[in-house]
């Protein structure tokens, strides 16, 4: 029991490999077939509990756990300080602003952290670079992280499906502001993590600087791939208000 504790939560034996390249590895696959199984298992229960409101305070409950072992675990695990070991990128973003949503749900708390939840939740599960490499195979961490990403997902869809909220394009704006102040937040907590040398990243959501893992795909100087990168969000998250509104159309025309 202790080599094991001690291999997931504390990642005894780990050497960072460079070289390395997770994407759709054995090890990555398995992790999407563990994101699989989370989106059954919320939707069965999701589906089963008859009063949805109770269902969103869970997952913030959850989501609220599991971000709190988060830190916990990089504070046992760096030297780093709470205000470090608090992660800033666009999705942790999105989870402190799903469990608000989740306890308060309010219209525009959802409509806040959708583009975070439909679009970057997979984009960071899919393309791996931001943390399997980093950890133990199958360790705390990554298993939290893509558990925690799923979950956003999921929930932004269960909360349209249950209309907690709608898909308005007069409302587009709501979701475009959060990503843009995002942005912002990410670079402010890494230059006060640089300033104040807390140990946290100094870098969220690749706001000061390009990660070389951009080489293989974007070859502009800073800060214009950041600037692609939110373009690009924003193009998919308009793409995912496109297919919702859709079948919403398609539900009013059934009724």
Not at 133 to 155: A, D, G, K, R
Request: aromatic share 18%; net charge positive; hydrophobic share 55%.
């Amino acid at each position: 029991m202790k080599q094991f504790i001690d291999y997931f939560w504390f990642q005894e034996g780990f050497s960072y490999d460079p070289l390395e390249d997770p994407m759709f590895s054995i090890y990555h696959i398995i992790m999407l077939l563990l994101c699989i199984v989370v989106v059954i298992v919320f939707w069965i229960i999701g589906k089963k509990i008859k009063n949805k409101n109770t269902m969103l305070i869970a997952i913030a409950i959850i989501l609220f756990v599991l971000e709190a072992l988060r830190v916990i675990n990089i504070l046992e695990i760096t030297n780093t300080t709470l205000v470090g070991a608090i992660s800033f990128h666009l999705c942790a973003i999105g989870v402190y602003l799903m469990i608000i949503a989740c306890l308060f749900r309010k219209k525009w708390m959802f409509e806040a952290v959708f583009f975070h939840s439909l679009v970057g939740a997979p984009t960071a599960v899919i393309i791996p670079y931001g943390i399997l490499q980093y950890y133990n195979e199958y360790s705390f961490l990554p298993v939290q992280s893509y558990i925690t990403h799923t979950l956003l997902w999921i929930t932004i869809i269960y909360a349209w499906k249950y209309r907690f909220f709608n898909i308005s394009y007069k409302r587009i704006f709501i979701p475009l502001v959060s990503v843009f102040l995002s942005a912002v937040l990410a670079y402010v907590m890494s230059n006060i993590n640089l300033k104040y040398h807390t140990g946290g990243s100094v870098n969220f959501f690749w706001t000061r600087y390009k990660d070389p893992m951009f080489e293989k795909y974007l070859h502009l100087p800073h800060p214009y791939y950041i600037l692609v990168i939110i373009g690009l969000l924003f193009i998919g998250g308009l793409f995912g208000y496109h297919i919702l509104k859709q079948f919403e159309k398609r539900k009013i025309i059934r009724k």
